[in-house]
């Protein structure tokens, strides 16, 4: 089943269902999206110790990366950005980018000053100069950077905050969807609306019926994992992911742990992004078929093993347990490189597992 999206040149074709697990392509210009996927995260430009030639080949073999509005507006700013032509060619990357709206790192990581319902005026995290963002701003800047999928611009409250809180951020997050939705966009470049509501399942259906009516190309669910209980953030997706609408991707944004993701593919997520693998291997933290190994824990010293005898990436077909303590120790920066390739290897085989059982024991759409 192929569905025609809103922009030009971008189609949702549905291969599969597993109950509400589903598997499909997300068509674009740049090139097909697999999914569900899982989007390596390169905040300023880069996703952490990895080439993009490291990303585009086996056995990552990342299909979209994911930029940061807040970051790279900060750092390196709009006018290095227009002068080099937008983030692919910035980054020499030729596949899709999918870039958040900012939102979410104005509220979290600045000094706010002011939250009004025409945006948002905060502090620099860099050199604590002030700012303005706005529904219409972070439209620009995604503009200007060219990303293939732009977010709206949304208020992310935290996951426990009160009722007032929610439903304030839930009506300004509808207002400034709809003035992302007529902002001026770059050629080729699709939109997602975000879905808010906190843990309240009722107030998320309320909240998904105003962001679907705006004829979106995909649909994102926001503000999961930002200070609720594991139980709530996937009591909330087991409600409300298969609610969004069918014929339309659905992206379960900054989570997280592989048993979050397989829980969101359960619920019927298709696109996925977490800096956890790659800062968790910078921590000494390294996902395994066995489960997480720590590095610079002591047995490691002399384990001459790999990570995973399981895993394909040359880390684990070429280095010990042993060696990337010993790196680690060392604070020496291939540490970093061989730990962020093997976790990343690990995410993409993961999702690309679990994609393959729906198309092996699913219903063909």
């Known amino acids: 089943m192929l569905t025609q999206l809103p922009t030009p040149g971008f189609s949702f074709e549905l291969l599969a269902t597993l109950g509400n697990a589903r598997a499909g392509i997300l068509h674009t210009p740049r090139g097909d999206i697999p999914t569900p996927v899982f989007m390596p995260v390169g905040t300023a430009g880069t996703v952490k110790a990895m080439t993009a030639d ?3 080949a086996e056995p990552i ?3 979209i ?3 940061n509005t807040y970051h790279l507006y900060l750092r390196p700013g709009l006018e290095v950005m227009e002068l080099v032509g937008g983030l692919h060619k910035f980054a020499a990357w030729d596949r899709p980018i999918l870039t958040d709206s900012g939102g979410y790192q104005v509220f979290s990581l600045a000094a706010i000053n002011e939250i009004d319902d025409e945006g948002v005026t905060f502090r620099s995290h860099i050199d604590g100069s002030k700012h303005r963002l706005t529904p219409e701003v972070s439209m620009h800047i995604q503009k200007v950077l060219g990303s293939d999928i732009a977010m709206c611009f949304d208020q992310c409250p ?3 905050a009160p009722a007032d809180v929610q439903e304030v951020a839930l009506e300004r997050t509808t207002r400034w969807a709809a003035r992302c ?3 001026e966009r770059a050629r ?8 808010q509501g906190g843990i309240d399942t009722q107030r998320r259906h309320r909240h998904a019926a105003e962001i679907t009516k705006l004829d979106f190309d995909g649909h994102a669910l926001g503000g999961l994992a930002v200070g609720e209980s594991v139980e709530d953030t996937y009591r909330v997706l087991d ?3 298969h609610t969004l609408p069918a014929d339309r991707p659905r992206y379960l944004m900054g989570v997280g742990t592989p048993a979050d993701i397989e829980r969101g593919i359960l619920a019927g997520i298709d696109m996925f992004d977490c800096v956890m693998p790659t800062r968790n291997a910078r921590n000494g933290y390294l996902f395994a078929a066995g489960g997480r190994v720590n590095i610079p824990n002591a047995a490691n010293r002399t384990d001459l093993g790999p990570v995973d005898p399981t895993c394909p990436c040359s880390t684990c077909r070429t280095h010990s347990r042993a060696y990337l303590r010993h790196l680690y120790q060392a604070k020496e920066i291939l540490y970093a490189r061989l730990a962020t390739l093997h976790n990343l290897t690990f995410y993409a085989r993961h999702v690309r597992a679990l994609r393959n059982r729906i198309l092996t024991d699913g219903v063909r759409a």
């Open 181 to 183: 939705r007529r902002a």
């Open 54 to 56: 490291e990303l585009r």
């Open 239 to 241: 409600e409300v992911a």
């Open 188 to 195: 080729g470049q699709a939109l997602f609306g975000i879905v």
């Open 65 to 67: 990366i994911l930029g």
């Open 61 to 63: 073999d990342a299909k």
């Open 158 to 160: 935290p996951g426990d």
